[in-house]
């Protein structure tokens, strides 16, 4: 399916399962592998990432980029959107709710629909899906059309990033995939970031319908490029839908996801968002034990046996929840306790973005200079350390030193994602790549919407627990106790991280 140039394997390699051909060769030790991939006859690192998988992971970086950023540039436009559709503002959270929704629910189908009818079709189809929706959103004139068609729009989202990223990592040699890894990875970092600074720029320069216009010219050029980039066809002796995985596992998902909404909602009761939480857990339950038992399960928990991919995903996700904080809590921060205005507060986060792309060119060396557990490890204790640091933050402080965290900050964010991404894929074989994607994928959709959740929790509880501690509060005590609080899930990371078994991931590393 895509050139890769990989002596004795096949010029072109076809995804895994795309025909009955398509048959895995042995995978490699992890001393023969490295070994061959990162020296050549000088000693130097053998790049084997050809011009058009970089092509393509660059394609599956952009369609990432589009599908958070509608997840959050909303948010920002809730009030222009709700005085046009003739609603409050809280309402429209429906609209961010809908469509975060859809792509915890759909993620795990993924999997099954790329094996049944081919990723060429179904990224095509993805890719038309979210653009059309996105420009029926525009037109939009109830918020009842709007959250339906927040729905299609995030079904389309839902396809796009799974099925590009199996593409993408389709007959890559191991070392190779923190490399490819790292192209689709910065996207999910810089959206949230740019988020708040693009959408108040939009809704105070133009109109609200812009947020789901700006989409379209890109879903355009996305079209044509996968045209003729993507191919891949369906899969020989692909089973039935299992239906009754697909339920319990959507129902338990989209439950999960709605309680996130449900705690980050000010007012909303405790109990109900409790209740409907346990619920939730208990439709899991089921639906892993469903799993573990159907003969041809929606997804195959296979894949945890591999140590290496089960801490990537439970790691990662105690991770991200961390990383979503930081946009949320830093902009609100900014505007509602120090006053500043929106595009300047905006700008100040954009440093989150400078830290993620400076630490890019640096990460492979880090990984293969120091290894995986160490530098994850550091990159827990680094993220916790700057959230910790937020907690001071004042009005007064020199904006150099804000600019500075905030950097350190999205370094640290970038290379702990960056790790995790491509550790969950060390050690797994070629014919298990497409269940380990989506098991990945929907753990990772899963972990970014309740840690979007997790922020305005933790602001919720710095009230009573800084009046507990402290005998009084503030706004400022309250975000102070946030900030603490969501360092917490990072340093749990790192805790993951230093249990590692040494030499996990050498696989992947490249030394010279």
Same mark, same amino acid.
């Given at each position: ?21 398509? %048959? ?11 070994? @061959? ?69 759909? %993620? ?7 094996? /049944? ?21 525009? *037109? ?99 089973? *039935? ?68 991919? /089960? ?14 904080? %930081? ?14 205005? *929106? ?151 790192? @805790? ?7 030499? @996990? ?8």
């Amino acid at each position: 399916m895509i050139d890769a140039p990989q002596p004795p394997r096949p010029e072109r390699q076809p995804p895994p399962g795309s025909t009955p051909a398509a %048959v895995s060769p042995p995978r490699p030790t992890a001393t023969a592998a490295t070994t @061959t991939a990162s020296a050549s006859a000088d000693g130097a690192p053998a790049h084997r990432i050809s011009p058009r998988q970089r092509a393509v992971a660059l394609l599956v970086a952009g369609c990432f980029f589009m599908e958070n950023l509608d997840g959050t540039i909303v948010s920002t436009a809730a009030p222009r959107i709700g005085a046009s559709l003739g609603v409050s503002a809280t309402a429209v959270g429906l609209v961010v709710t809908a469509y975060v929704l859809t792509l915890a629910v759909l %993620v795990p189908l993924s999997g099954w629909l790329t094996a /049944r009818f081919g990723a060429r079709r179904i990224f095509l189809t993805a890719i038309v899906l979210f653009t059309v929706a996105s420009l029926a959103c525009a *037109a939009a004139s109830s918020l009842g059309e709007l959250v339906a068609l927040r729905v299609l729009q995030g079904a389309g989202g839902a396809m796009m990033v799974p099925v590009g990223r199996l593409v993408a990592l389709s007959g890559i040699a191991k070392p190779d995939i923190p490399r490819l890894v790292s192209y689709i990875v910065w996207p999910a970092l810089i959206a949230p970031v740019a988020a708040p600074l693009l959408g108040g720029v939009i809704t105070t320069y133009a109109s609200w319908h812009w947020l789901f216009l700006i989409n379209i010219p890109l879903g355009l050029v996305a079209f044509a490029v996968a045209w003729r980039l993507i191919e891949g066809g369906p899969v020989a002796g692909v089973g *039935a839908l299992d239906w009754l995985g697909l339920v319990w596992t959507s129902v338990g998902l989209g439950a999960l996801t709605y309680t996130g909404h449900l705690l980050s909602d000010a007012h909303a009761p405790w109990p109900r968002a409790a209740g409907l939480g346990a619920v939730s857990l208990l439709l899991l339950a089921l639906a892993l034990r469903h799993l573990r038992r159907a003969e041809r399960p929606l997804i195959d928990l296979g894949t945890l046996r591999t140590h290496s991919f /089960r801490a990537s995903v439970s790691g990662g996700s105690v991770f991200w929840i961390s990383v979503s904080a %930081v946009p949320f809590l830093l902009p609100l921060l900014f505007q509602e306790v120090f006053g500043w205005s *929106a595009v300047r507060s905006g700008a100040l986060v954009l440093f989150v973005f400078v830290g993620n792309i400076g630490i890019k060119p640096a990460t492979g060396f880090l990984f293969g200079r120091f290894g995986y557990r160490a530098v994850l490890a550091a990159s827990g204790v680094v993220l916790a350390g700057t959230m910790a640091g937020c907690a001071f933050l004042t009005a007064g402080t020199p904006l150099w030193v804000i600019g500075a965290l905030v950097t350190l900050s999205g370094a640290a964010r970038s290379t702990g994602l960056t790790g995790y991404n491509t550790l969950a894929f060390a050690d797994v074989p070629q014919d298990r790549m497409r269940d380990a994607n989506t098991l990945n994928a929907t753990a990772t959709q899963t972990a970014a919407g309740l840690g979007v959740a997790a922020a305005p929790v933790a602001l919720r509880l710095g009230d009573p627990l800084t009046h507990h501690l402290l005998g009084h509060t503030s706004p400022a005590l309250s975000y102070g106790a946030a900030f603490t609080l969501l360092a917490l899930p990072a340093l749990a990371a790192t @805790t993951g991280a230093v249990r590692l078994p040494a030499g @996990t991931g050498d696989i992947l590393r490249s030394r010279r």
